[in-house]
């Protein structure tokens, strides 16, 4: 009977006495840290972002990824796009849209792989 007593006291109390510390502990988070922060100005760009894009063989289909991507609305952003050595006309296809949007062309002559010409690109980021 004894045990049931002291259960059901821990029972009733524990959650009490840890919810008055929890708002003390968050009282003095908010007083002593939080309310000394300032607030942040999301209106103003920080960061950028950068679109990498690798190709190979897809003449058909690059026009509308780069259309896209440079019709984004991101403040500061750098496209990226790196030809694998496609085999097709993949590489004139960008060179005439090089002329209409602002991007890197990268032109690697023979395929090594996605992940080499993504790597390749993100140590030519900028941003």
Not at 15 to 32: D, E, K, N, Q, R
Not at 45 to 53: S, Y
Not at 55 to 81: G, M
Not at 89 to 109: H, M, N
Request: with cysteine.
């Amino acid at each position: 009977m004894q045990i049931i007593y002291h259960l059901s006291s821990f029972l009733l109390y524990y959650p009490l006495v840890m919810s008055v510390f929890w708002l003390i502990g968050a009282s003095f988070y908010y007083f002593l840290i939080e309310r000394k922060q300032t607030a942040i100005d999301y209106a103003k760009p920080r960061e950028g972002i950068t679109f990498i894009v690798s190709c190979f063989n897809e003449a058909e289909t690059i026009t509308a990824t780069v259309t896209s991507i440079s019709k984004l609305s991101y403040p500061q952003k750098e496209l990226i796009v790196i030809n694998d050595g496609s085999q097709d006309d993949t590489a004139d296809v960008l060179l005439r849209l090089k002329e209409l949007y602002s991007f890197q062309f990268i032109d690697l002559k023979q395929n090594q792989g996605k992940a080499n010409a993504l790597n390749l690109a993100a140590k030519k980021s900028e941003i």
